[in-house]
């Protein structure tokens, strides 16, 4: 070895010279989701202990939470929350592992499987809506069995909506967190060698649901971990979903809080910020609690495993697993079709099934509005999606090049935004904002949402780019292409599939954001999510569903696009239709 | 020796231990085979040869080709082509676009690099498939359309990575005679990594062991 180098022999590192931009886009991206979520965290904090220089306030103390406590709702609120994100956040985990468990590699999942994107992309709060609008006493099912099974002739006076122990909340919630958690653990899923493993397993006498619980799920939990914690997280602190469907007297924490927040008063401002901490601490303890969870889970399935046990009556088991996701399923859909057939609705008394009459009126009343809304939640969600979308192929591209790959810290960090509470953080970086001499507009909304739109779309993207066969680079290097035009010639044209997929899940994101755009754009940015929550109190079923379902129409058709484009592009081209 | 591909007491390193290391000269028109099973270090060869290992590999020793020093040349300014196992024809270019592809950009006008591709297009007996699409071609058309690209290139020496390997018996005796009768017409130093003796035995030229 050492005669090698004494002879004089070149040493080197063959790797070309670095571009001097790219290397930095880690950093950038990086540098983009820290700060904003510490220094709204410090700007929500320093409110909390009472010092709040914009209004003059400087009175250091624990005043605001003194004033917190001795709200008479709070230990409502707290229960609320913990019990909604717990409970939902346990379900859509059980849901997704039984139907996993009972039909993955079927044909009946391949079904399952198709209707993932769209359920995905269906925004929150339409859904939640939806879901209201389906089993409130005067929605559609009780229409549908009234009077001739239920007598009715008129609502029934039942809380279903709303409910104090928010279990709508909690049924809504399950609904929309069914279909992420189960993309994120097909993800996970193709990496482990679940076929094998299972075929292993089931020729050792263990049945499909216990073979794939006991073999496959350990492999496929590790890695949906940080899903399952933003899921958590996200459904703890909800607040769209939780002013349409959780109850408001108290409501849940967060709801509270950018209740307060919204209030002229000084002193519920900081109220709001004392208790949008304590919200962050709950999800922290939250956090703590699954994480110690988890350990007792998994000593107690290792006795389990150990135990041998076959596990042989699954019949009902498979059954139901099915039937579960199948009902969440069907609250979204069908939560969108009775939106939609509001949104049509002429005259349409209870109990009838069906409006007396379909008219266009109620689109064109509120056309106006709803054109510049459209524009609006356009604008913001293409340019949001682009800047991430590019910040994610230059991260990505730079892993490719430099080796400058994203660690566990990293991903821990891809998460960030989206495990910190919205409502802890974003008055705080709306407040530093103001500080920093940046007005609330559109383009501060649009930066916010790329806070959000970012995680997603880097998630989305990272695993095709990755999985890119990189001896088309090799090749078309050896043909004389330099790195920019492999990347612009070869690899972003082979990636158009997933660069539009990509770029519909961030629009996707960017459409459903609603406390962003309030928060941040001080009340004079509109959405169609924040109109349509805004319409939540009023009680116009017309008009909720024309907001509601033109929201979830902007989030929907950049999916279909997306599978519509690539078909069409490479309509001639049969080694681009898989993969 | 100034003419062809050497590579002059080359070690690759990855973190200190030595993956491979080998001294060897290949002359113009000839095809030396590199023999071995898998894990003793073929692919790390290619990698080194054209420039695609990046840290932490380390490359020691000179890789030279016609006496220039190729350490530290990204890969697209090696002049090294190379076909792999696969045809790796892009898939959302018709076939005269992959051909393009490979032109030098020095030939300049639409007409000209139009006319490049239908010769070697018929050249390969392929006339008339410019505007086909890779993914309508048979097995053996990848395969030429392949290598016609790669030469379009110009590249002054030829990596071959098990190239025939994914093809049937009788194709493959068709396409190695094919391929080596193209480099040699050419007087390439070919450098060809295999893991079948028929191939080594077809190239008629030194073979060396690793592993």
């Not at chain 1, 994107?117 to 005067?138: C, D, T, Y």
């Not at chain 1, 961030?506 to 929550?533: E, K, N």
């Not at chain 2, 992959?98 to 139009?114: E, M």
């Not at chain 2, 490049?116 to 097995?139: H, K």
């Amino acid at each position: 070895m050492t005669d090698v180098r004494s002879q004089g022999a070149a040493r080197h590192r063959p790797q070309r010279r670095p571009a001097r931009v790219l290397p930095a886009v880690p950093m950038l991206a990086t540098a983009f989701l820290l700060l904003p979520v510490g220094a709204g965290v410090l700007g929500t904090l320093a409110p909390a202990f009472g010092v709040l220089p914009a209004a003059g306030v400087m009175q250091p103390g624990l005043g605001a939470f003194a004033d917190l406590a001795a709200w008479p709702g709070l230990p409502d609120a707290v229960r609320l929350s913990l019990v909604a994100g717990g409970v939902s956040t346990l379900l859509s985990l059980a849901v997704v592992t039984a139907v996993l468990a009972a039909w993955s590699g079927t044909r009946t999942f391949a079904a399952v499987r198709a209707l993932l994107s769209p359920l995905l992309s269906v925004p929150h709060a339409a859904a939640a809506f939806g879901l209201a609008f389906l089993i409130a006493p005067s929605g559609w099912i009780l229409r549908a069995l009234s009077p001739w099974a239920t007598g009715f002739d008129r609502p029934p006076d039942w809380l279903i909506v709303q409910d104090p122990w928010g279990l709508t909340l909690i049924a809504g919630l399950v609904a929309k967190e069914v279909p992420f958690v189960m993309l994120m653990a097909l993800a996970a899923l193709g990496q482990a060698d679940a076929g094998r493993a299972m075929t292993v397993a089931r020729s050792l006498g263990y049945g499909r649901m216990t073979a794939w619980v006991k073999v496959v799920f350990p492999q496929v939990y590790r890695q949906i971990r940080l899903p399952v914690y933003v899921v958590l997280a996200f459904s703890m602190t909800v607040v769209d979903v939780a002013i349409v469907l959780g109850p408001n007297t108290p409501p849940s924490l967060a709801v509270q809080a950018v209740k307060w927040m919204g209030d002229p008063d000084l002193a519920m401002r900081l109220r709001a910020a004392a208790a949008a901490v304590l919200q962050l601490a709950l999800v922290l303890g939250a956090l703590a609690a699954w994480w110690l969870g988890e350990r007792a889970v998994a000593a107690l399935g290792r006795r389990w495993i150990a135990a041998g046990g076959r596990g042989r009556r699954e019949v009902w088991a498979r059954r139901a697993a099915l039937g579960i996701a199948g009902l969440s399923a069907a609250a979204v859909l069908g939560g969108l079709a009775v939106l939609a057939l509001w949104s049509v609705a002429g005259f349409w008394a209870f109990p009838d099934p069906w409006p007396s009459g379909l008219t266009m009126q109620n689109w064109t009343r509120h056309a106006m509005t709803l054109n510049a809304t459209v524009a609006e939640t356009a604008v913001i969600a293409a340019v949001s999606t682009l800047i991430a979308l590019t910040l994610a192929i230059g991260c990505l591209e730079a892993e490719m090049r430099h080796g400058l790959r994203l660690g566990a810290a990293g991903l821990w960090l891809l998460y960030l935004p989206l495990l910190v509470p919205q409502v802890a953080f974003l008055p705080g970086l709306s407040t530093a904002m103001l500080l920093a001499g940046v007005q609330g507009g559109t383009a501060a909304v649009t930066a916010a949402h790329v806070l959000f739109v970012f995680p997603y779309v880097f998630l989305a993207l990272g695993d095709p780019w990755r999985a890119w066969d990189r001896r088309y680079g090799t090749v078309a290097s050896a043909l004389g292409a330099g790195p920019d035009r492999v990347l612009w010639s070869v690899r972003l044209p082979m990636l158009l599939a997933p660069l539009l997929t990509a770029a519909a899940v961030g629009v996707s994101v960017s459409v459903g954001q609603y406390l962003p755009t309030l928060l941040i754009g001080g009340g004079r940015v509109q959405t169609l999510t924040t109109d349509a929550v805004a319409l939540a109190s009023g009680g116009d079923r017309r008009a909720i569903g024309v907001f509601a379902l033109a929201q979830t129409a902007a989030a929907l058709v950049p999916f279909a696009l997306a599978i519509g484009l690539p078909r069409l592009i490479y309509a001639r081209r049969g080694g681009m239709r898989h993969g | 020796m100034d003419e062809g591909l050497s590579l002059d007491r080359v070690q690759v390193r990855l973190n200190g231990r030595v993956l491979l290391s080998l001294d060897l000269a290949v002359a113009p028109g000839t095809v030396t085979s590199v023999m071995g099973p898998s894990g003793s270090g073929k692919s790390t060869l290619l990698g080194a040869v054209m420039g695609t290992l990046s840290a932490p590999f380390e490359v020691l020793g000179r890789i030279r080709l016609d006496g220039a020093d190729l350490s530290g040349r990204p890969p697209e300014a090696r002049g090294i082509g190379i076909l792999f196992q696969d045809d790796l024809l892009f898939p959302h270019l018709s076939v005269g676009a992959n051909l393009a592809f490979g032109l030098p950009p020095g030939l300049r006008g639409r007409a000209a690099r139009r006319a490049a591709v239908d010769a070697a297009l018929s050249e390969i007996g392929m006339a008339g498939f410019a505007a086909r699409d890779p993914g309508s071609l048979s097995g053996g058309q990848k395969i030429r359309v392949a290598l016609m690209r790669t030469l379009l290139s110009e590249p002054r020496a030829l990596l071959l990575d098990e190239p025939f390997s994914s093809l049937d018996a009788d194709l493959r005796a068709q396409m190695r005679t094919m391929v080596f009768a193209r480099a040699r017409a050419r007087t390439l130093p070919v450098l060809m990594v295999t893991h079948d003796a028929e191939d080594a035995a077809a190239a008629d030229g030194p073979v060396l062991r690793l592993g």
